[in-house]
């Protein structure tokens, strides 16, 4: 039991009161280094030379390696809590979505390595994103940005929902303006369309299709306008649901630390007439 509370505390960041354990700091450490080689490993000059291919092979099987030992460790480990005690408790904490993106980190490589199967690692490292979200349980901000995306869902839905509304409505307007009307390749279709509208109401503006006609440049303006309150409104509505998300933390930190001097408090006089 006391080796399985020690790696809990050095796996489980929830277990520590403060700070990130020195396991962990290994772990952000090696997801660090195996984008900086996913990286590398992209460039032909580097994979031209032997002895870097070697490298980059044998650090891919060590990281594969360490992580799902760390992986294992961490579904032993996890019957500490309570909710995860037990077989079940454990389905629980495999199914869990940290717990999901560990196994994708790593799983798809390690099966390939085993037992071959004629798929190409390079074909497997898309899968290596997956372990940025490791990363993700050390840091709050990632909390507080899920709790935000939960309390704004209904709103930023409702703006996703008038925003393809309006990527619609201004393809149809541009397919007939421009396709049926002159006939342009680039509007000669609805689903052509909605890639010129896509880039107008995101206000990308490519530049690479456009229209040429009077009443499809009236059209376009007024759709390009419209794009600034489509960009505009679901970023405003997050940012509220952030704000609120962050103060609602810290109101509650700050009850937790008042809640504990009186606790504090009110165990002092027990002590001093014992």
């Known amino acids: 039991m006391g080796l399985y509370r020690w790696l809990h505390t050095q796996l489980v960041p929830e277990a520590r009161e403060t700070g990130i354990s020195l396991t962990n700091w290994f772990i952000i450490s090696l997801v660090l280094a195996s984008f900086l080689f996913l990286a590398l490993e992209t460039e032909p000059t580097l994979l031209a030379i032997p002895e870097w291919r070697v490298a980059f092979r044998w650090f891919n099987v060590a990281v594969v390696i360490i992580f799902a030992i760390e992986y294992v460790l961490r579904v032993a480990v996890a019957g500490m809590r309570p909710e995860y005690a037990g077989f079940v408790g454990r389905l629980r904490y495999i199914t869990r979505f940290y717990s999901v993106a560990d196994l994708l980190a790593f799983l798809p490589e390690l099966i390939v390595m085993i037992v071959g199967g004629g798929i190409p690692l390079i074909a497997l490292r898309v899968f290596r994103l997956f372990r940025l979200i490791k990363i993700a349980r050390f840091v709050p901000a990632f909390d507080?940005?899920?709790?935000?995306?939960?309390?704004?869902?209904?709103?930023?839905?409702?703006?996703?929902?008038?925003?393809?509304?309006?990527?619609?409505?201004?393809?149809?307007?541009?397919?007939?303006?421009e396709g049926v009307g002159q006939g342009r390749e680039e509007f000669n279709s609805i689903p052509r369309a909605i890639w010129w509208s896509i880039a107008t109401l995101t206000t990308v503006g490519y530049g690479d299709v456009y229209p040429v006609t009077t009443l499809g440049r009236i059209a376009a303006s007024v759709i390009a306008i419209a794009g600034i309150g489509v960009v505009a409104l679901p970023a405003g509505v997050f940012a509220s649901a952030f704000s609120d998300e962050l103060r609602e933390r810290q109101l509650q930190k700050l009850q937790d630390r008042v809640e504990e001097a009186e606790a504090k408090k009110g165990a002092a006089p027990e002590e001093s007439g014992a």
């Not at 935000?148 to 303006?177: E, N, P």
């Open 144 to 177: 507080v940005l899920g709790a935000a995306m939960k309390r704004a869902g209904s709103q930023l839905l409702t703006t996703l929902a008038m925003a393809m509304a309006l990527v619609y409505v201004a393809a149809v307007l541009l397919y007939f303006i």
